[in-house]
């Protein structure tokens, strides 16, 4: 499909004024595998049109890695749509906010914040391991007294206090009212949210429907009331000499912009009014809840799945399940600011390019058997250590809209999986059938309930949680 003849425009679907190419994509496959299908027909760099926007889809790694990171900034930019703007006060966040000096501003603070943790009683480390010891005692009581489990609120629970720590110094106990509120509103955020800019345009999932709409302007009013009262409390104790966590950051760097009220740096150029600051942590907020639970659950489902590899587990588990299940498996759709190229594919100005991590991580040509989980595919031949068996891998994205909160993440998987891979066997609990790999597609991709039995293993059975270390 290479052309000699100089800058050319990708195969494209067929398309019909205001539908778009929507008769090419009936399927019943959610978008990303039905993105990796049509590659048979169109090649793997393809463009469509959703209703009457342009939309190149990227499905393998060349062009990505030249989407994300050769030309990053070009493919700053992100969409805007009607979701995405309720949720985030008109893109006054990180992730769905387009390309401008406040994001770039807000993703420093935001990185700055995260290292300030790094050492020190209140580190990360720390804190994660307070909360995965809980998380074994949880489950220590349902081993003694012989229950099958749905890991998933403890999991949760677990996860949202590291965040929780990290944002606002706080941390829920079990069957705390406004951890129950969150879990709700935050579902009701996941199942909605930026379905107008892509699942809405399936015909299978229907024109996005009203009651979707007032759903999710419901759910983030009530995320909204809980942000403003964190807000308002930490605004009250408010201290330039101490810095307890990512609020108090974003606080100061306001307080100094508005100390500094010079005609270039106002609170709102450098995007530092309540709206932009809310919307800040309540990105981190959402995603530091809603990826690594998600990648959490789908790593026990694929481990009861495979016994044997629970018993081989080892370091860098979070690697492993990240290809076969990617969280984000089209990413957030970037926008090209400028007219460009992909390849020898011509772009202009404006169009959304969809990432399909799905295809990247499923290319037969990088990945010998790519539906097979086998971790052991991530070890060099000896099986000492970490080694990338190829490049078509992205979990995190790439480049300047890389994924802010990688670190924490696989700080998260890692020490959550062994400290409970280390004192408990799981299985699929008599008279259940195994976990469920399908998925739901949304904003992330989600696996289904299941529940699992955990068994104390030889020399941990009499308490999971509480050992010194
Ligand atoms: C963006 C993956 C955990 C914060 C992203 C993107 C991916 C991703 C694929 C989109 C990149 C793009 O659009 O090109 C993941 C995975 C995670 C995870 C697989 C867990 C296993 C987290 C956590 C945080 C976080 C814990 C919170 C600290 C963000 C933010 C963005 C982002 C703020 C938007 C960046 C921007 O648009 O500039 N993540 N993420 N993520 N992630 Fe994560
Ligand atoms: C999850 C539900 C929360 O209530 C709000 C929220 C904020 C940030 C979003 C996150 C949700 C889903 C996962 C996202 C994250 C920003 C980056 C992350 C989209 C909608 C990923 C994986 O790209």
Same mark, same amino acid.
């Given at each position: 499909?290479?052309?000699?003849?100089?800058?050319?425009?990708?195969?494209?679907?067929?398309?019909?004024?205001?539908?778009?190419?929507?008769?090419?994509?009936?399927?019943?496959?959610?978008?990303?595998?039905?993105?990796?299908?049509?590659?048979?027909?169109?090649?793997?760099?393809?463009?469509?049109?959703?209703?009457?926007?342009?939309?190149?889809?990227?499905?393998?790694?060349?062009?990505?890695?030249?989407?994300?990171?050769?030309?990053?900034?070009?493919?700053?930019?992100?969409?805007?749509?009607?979701?995405?703007?309720?949720?985030?006060?008109?893109?006054?966040?990180?992730?769905?906010?387009?390309?401008?000096?406040?994001?770039?501003?807000?993703?420093?603070?935001?990185?700055?914040?995260?290292?300030?943790?790094?050492?020190?009683?209140?580190?990360?480390?720390?804190?994660?391991?307070?909360?995965?010891?809980?998380?074994?005692?949880?489950?220590?009581?349902?081993?003694?007294?012989?229950?099958?489990?749905?890991?998933?609120?403890?999991?949760?629970?677990?996860?949202?206090?590291?965040?929780?720590?990290?944002?606002?110094?706080?941390?829920?106990?079990?069957?705390?009212?406004?951890?129950?509120?969150?879990?709700?509103?935050?579902?009701?955020?996941?199942?909605?949210?930026?379905?107008?800019?892509?699942?809405?345009?399936?015909?299978?999932?229907?024109?996005?429907?009203?009651?979707?709409?007032?759903?999710?302007?419901?759910?983030?009013?009530?995320?909204?009331?809980?942000?403003?009262? #964190?807000?308002?409390?930490?605004?009250? %104790?408010?201290?330039?000499? $101490? =810095? /307890?966590?990512?609020?108090?950051? *974003?606080? !100061?760097?306001?307080?100094?912009?508005?100390?500094?009220?010079?005609?270039?740096?106002?609170?709102?150029?450098?995007?530092?009014?309540?709206?932009?600051?809310?919307?800040?942590?309540?990105?981190?907020?959402?995603?530091?809840?809603?990826?690594?639970?998600?990648?959490? #659950?789908?790593?026990?489902?694929?481990? %009861?799945?495979?016994?044997? $590899? =629970? /018993?081989?587990?080892?370091?860098? *588990?979070? !690697?492993?399940?990240?290809?076969?299940?990617?969280?984000?498996?089209?990413?957030?759709?970037?926008?090209?600011?400028?007219?460009?190229?992909?390849?020898?594919?011509?772009?202009?100005?404006?169009?959304?390019?969809?990432?399909?991590?799905?295809?990247?991580?499923?290319?037969?040509?990088?990945?010998?058997?790519?539906?097979?989980?086998?971790?052991?595919?991530?070890?060099?031949?000896?099986?000492?250590?970490?080694?990338?068996?190829?490049?078509?891998?992205?979990?995190?994205?790439?480049?300047?809209?890389?994924?802010?909160?990688?670190?924490?993440?696989?700080?998260?998987?890692?020490?959550?999986?062994?400290?409970?891979?280390?004192?408990?066997?799981?299985?699929?609990?008599?008279?259940?059938?195994?976990?469920?790999?399908?998925?739901?597609?949304?904003?992330?991709?989600?696996?289904?309930?299941?529940?699992?039995?955990?068994?104390?293993?030889?020399?941990?059975?009499?308490?999971?949680?509480?050992?010194?270390?």
């Amino acid at each position: 499909r290479m052309s000699a003849h100089g800058p050319q425009e990708p195969p494209h679907l067929p398309a019909l004024p205001l539908i778009g190419s929507l008769l090419s994509l009936r399927s019943s496959h959610p978008p990303h595998v039905l993105f990796k299908e049509l590659q048979q027909k169109y090649g793997q760099t393809y463009s469509l049109m959703l209703g009457s926007h342009c939309v190149i889809v990227v499905n393998q790694h060349t062009h990505a890695k030249e989407v994300l990171m050769k030309k990053g900034k070009i493919f700053a930019g992100r969409p805007r749509t009607v979701t995405t703007d309720v949720l985030t006060r008109d893109g006054r966040d990180i992730a769905f906010g387009d390309y401008s000096a406040a994001w770039r501003f807000h993703r420093k603070i935001v990185h700055g914040a995260l290292c300030m943790f790094g050492e020190g009683s209140a580190s990360i480390e720390k804190i994660i391991h307070a909360q995965a010891q809980s998380l074994c005692s949880v489950l220590s009581e349902a081993a003694a007294a012989g229950l099958a489990l749905d890991l998933s609120p403890e999991l949760t629970r677990a996860v949202t206090n590291v965040i929780c720590s990290l944002c606002f110094s706080s941390s829920y106990s079990r069957g705390d009212q406004e951890f129950e509120d969150m879990l709700r509103y935050s579902q009701g955020i996941v199942d909605t949210v930026a379905k107008d800019s892509l699942v809405d345009i399936f015909p299978w999932l229907q024109i996005f429907p009203n009651a979707d709409l007032r759903l999710l302007k419901q759910c983030v009013s009530i995320r909204d009331k809980l942000l403003q009262k #964190k807000y308002d409390e930490h605004k009250a %104790v408010y201290s330039d000499h $101490v =810095q /307890r966590d990512l609020l108090d950051a *974003l606080l !100061r760097a306001k307080r100094s912009a508005d100390n500094n009220n010079t005609a270039e740096i106002s609170a709102e150029s450098v995007g530092l009014s309540d709206d932009h600051l809310l919307m800040t942590v309540g990105d981190i907020f959402g995603a530091g809840v809603e990826t690594t639970t998600t990648v959490l #659950k789908w790593a026990i489902a694929y481990l %009861v799945h495979h016994p044997e $590899v =629970q /018993r081989r587990i080892q370091e860098e *588990l979070d !690697r492993k399940v990240l290809r076969i299940r990617p969280v984000a498996p089209l990413l957030i759709p970037h926008v090209a600011l400028s007219e460009t190229s992909i390849g020898p594919f011509t772009v202009k100005k404006g169009t959304r390019v969809i990432i399909n991590l799905w295809s990247l991580h499923h290319d037969e040509k990088e990945w010998k058997n790519p539906e097979l989980f086998d971790p052991a595919r991530f070890l060099n031949s000896e099986g000492t250590g970490v080694s990338v068996p190829s490049s078509s891998y992205l979990p995190f994205g790439a480049g300047v809209r890389v994924c802010l909160g990688e670190a924490l993440a696989k700080m998260e998987l890692f020490l959550f999986l062994s400290w409970i891979l280390q004192r408990f066997s799981l299985s699929v609990p008599t008279g259940h059938s195994l976990p469920s790999l399908e998925g739901k597609f949304g904003v992330v991709l989600q696996p289904a309930r299941y529940k699992v039995t955990a068994t104390p293993r030889a020399g941990w059975e009499c308490d999971g949680g509480h050992v010194s270390i």
